[in-house]
């Protein structure tokens, strides 16, 4: 079993910067790719970063230039540097890892840290 812990969330002024952390603890897991998506009230689940275990990085475009995911591959930590931050970044962001058990492909999820940003 795995578990995420993440971290860094918090309400944050238009234009100002927050780090998001989320750490993953336990065993019989290998993690392939880390990454983090976000869950704004009345909108989809979106995809904002990923990154792979030789730190190859995906954004989506709404997140491009402003925030950049990174990974500590020897904590088992993945981070999302958010700058520029806009209104509309305001949600409830989530990391997950994907990786292989024995007994196949898993993803697993954090429990999700809200970011507000205020106009």
């Known amino acids: 079993q795995v578990q995420l812990v993440e971290s860094g969330g918090g309400l944050v002024q238009a234009g100002g910067s927050l780090r998001l952390s989320c750490a993953a603890s336990?065993?019989?897991?290998?993690?392939?790719?880390m990454g983090w998506y976000r869950h704004a009230p009345g909108k989809q689940r979106e995809f904002v970063a990923s990154?792979?275990?030789?730190?190859?990085?995906a954004y989506a475009d709404s997140v491009k230039g402003r925030f950049t995911v990174s990974r500590d591959n020897a904590k088992n930590t993945v981070y999302l540097q958010a700058n520029s931050l806009k209104p509309e970044d305001t949600a409830v962001y989530y990391c997950?890892?994907?990786?292989?058990?024995?007994?196949?492909?898993?993803?697993?999820w954090g429990q999700g840290t809200q970011v507000t940003v205020s106009s």
């Open positions: 336990g065993s019989g897991f290998s993690i392939n790719v």
């Open positions: 997950y890892v994907n990786g292989q058990t024995g007994l196949g492909p898993r993803s697993y």
């Open positions: 990154t792979t275990k030789s730190s190859t990085t």
